[in-house]
């Protein structure tokens, strides 16, 4: 599975950004799906995560009631709607695709997107 995430940038402290991940596989549907962010000198942290059929979510405290992760399996596509976004959330996303159910840990994702980095200023 290729995984092309888009939609990063600069935005002002509680504005909002929308991120895509677009996947290359007709058989998307089969994949939970999650994003994770990496801001400068820390770990790649999870953020939030979807199953195939999109009925299920989790979401990282840290942005629980702010981010909504939602998925299209119609157009191989996952998004994750970012509201309220606070200078905290500066970091570089990245999608994640994996042929188990959907976790929470870095190591269950077979396949990553490259990246789109999102900036928010104070």
């Known amino acids: 599975v290729q995984l092309q995430a888009s939609g990063g940038g600069l935005v002002q402290a509680g504005g909002s950004l929308r991120l895509s991940c677009a996947a290359s596989r007709r058989t998307f549907s089969s994949y939970g799906m999650a994003w994770f962010r990496q801001a400068p000198g820390e770990e790649r942290e999870f953020v939030a995560g979807?199953?195939?059929?999109?009925?299920?979510?989790n979401y990282a405290d840290s942005v629980k009631g702010r981010f909504t992760i939602s998925r299209d399996n119609a157009k191989n596509t996952v998004y994750l709607q970012m509201n309220s976004l606070e200078p905290e959330d500066t970091a570089v996303y990245y999608c994640?695709?994996?042929?188990?159910?959907?976790?929470?840990?870095?190591?269950?994702?077979?396949?990553w997107g490259q990246g789109t980095l999102v900036t928010v200023s104070s």
């Open positions: 979807i199953s195939g059929s999109g009925g299920s979510t």
């Open positions: 994640a695709a994996t042929s188990g159910l959907f976790a929470t840990t870095r190591s269950k994702y077979d396949y």
